[in-house]
């Protein structure tokens, strides 16, 4: 292994970095010396970050995204309206939150039904979610899951659970992305996009 | 900035793993989210690595490569040859180590010259590698500056300072890389290679 040759100080720091995903052992050496080259301002206050995101960061004891409080200011927020978007993982929350369109509350799954690797609905905060609808009369659930096989088969087992409830269920649409060209779009984008055509 | 909805803890993290090269916000947001999904025990080690890099690794006084003591083990290594490699940078030296080919010392000129960047010989450590020549009855200096305009005007300002003190000066061998394929060589290289062939 290339760090090999260098003091222990550093390869055990370029160790540490490779072990983090897409990151090689060149771009950890690569990054290693970066550090080095920087100010140790930098290193104290990366290492306290370090620290802190995992002292001060929980997941939101209601709906279960990201937050340093018991109960994050989605949930807390009385001015956001009794729709909830549900999605697979706090990245995705924060995504849909940046687009502006939805001021509603969250619900944050961690994961998607996935039998294939051993991962059920009890796998999933969905009793969680189900327990929300009546207790803060939620009028619509939005399913934001992934268009992959394992959001849709989600998306499909949330929607059958929920309808019975007498709550709208709504799945975010799938089409041509704005600014698309529709000649380089793949056929089964495409070919949802015509599915799902809609009155202008 | 895609992490602006994240709690403070973690954008804050994002914030400074975006500082390091080649990370961009994306990236950095990946990587904060795996830090948090990791065990504490990761986030302590890194953060250790972190400071002890900063705080235990140095130049060697005398060759200026990466060490965490006052002289490196090349220089203090008695058996190794009186022959020094000049190279630009630490990662360069651990390269040529790992070849195996080379068993004399090294001298890290930490850049290269370059008049349009305002660095001339004076920035490099071009002053030490004369000095260590007499003082440890050099014989041979090996410059493995890369193959770059500033790699070879600083090659050349070297052999040019070195030779009228009676010292042997090679440059590393530049041509087709081992495995390479002569059809896909870039002309440059290959121009090189003819120019520089030798008797089999």
Do not use: W
Not at 1 to 8: A, D, N, T, Y
Not at 46 to 57: F, Q, R
Not at 75 to 80: A, H, P, Q, V
């Amino acid at each position: 292994m290339m760090h090999q040759g260098f003091p222990e100080p550093i390869s055990n720091l370029i160790n540490l970095l490779s072990q983090l995903p897409g990151i090689g052992e060149k771009n950890a050496t690569r990054l290693a010396i970066q550090i080095l080259k920087n100010s140790t301002e930098y290193s104290r206050s990366l290492a306290n970050a370090l620290i802190e995101v995992k002292t001060k960061v929980n997941l939101c004891n209601n709906c279960f995204c990201l937050t340093a409080d018991n109960i994050c200011k989605f949930c807390s927020n009385e001015e956001r309206s009794n729709m909830i978007c549900v999605v697979e993982d706090p990245i995705a929350l924060i995504a849909i939150e940046k687009s502006n369109e939805f001021k509603g509350k969250y619900h944050v799954l961690h994961g998607t039904i996935s039998p294939i690797d051993g991962i059920g609905p009890e796998d999933l905060k969905i009793n969680e979610l189900i327990g929300r609808i009546e207790k803060e009369s939620i009028n619509e659930i939005i399913i934001a899951t992934n268009p992959s096989v394992e959001g849709e088969v989600t998306a499909l087992y949330l929607s059958k659970l929920i309808k019975p409830l007498g709550i709208k269920v709504t799945r975010i649409a799938h089409g041509i992305p704005m600014g698309g060209d529709i000649e380089y779009i793949d056929e089964l984008t495409l070919g949802k996009a015509i599915k799902d055509r809609r009155p202008i």
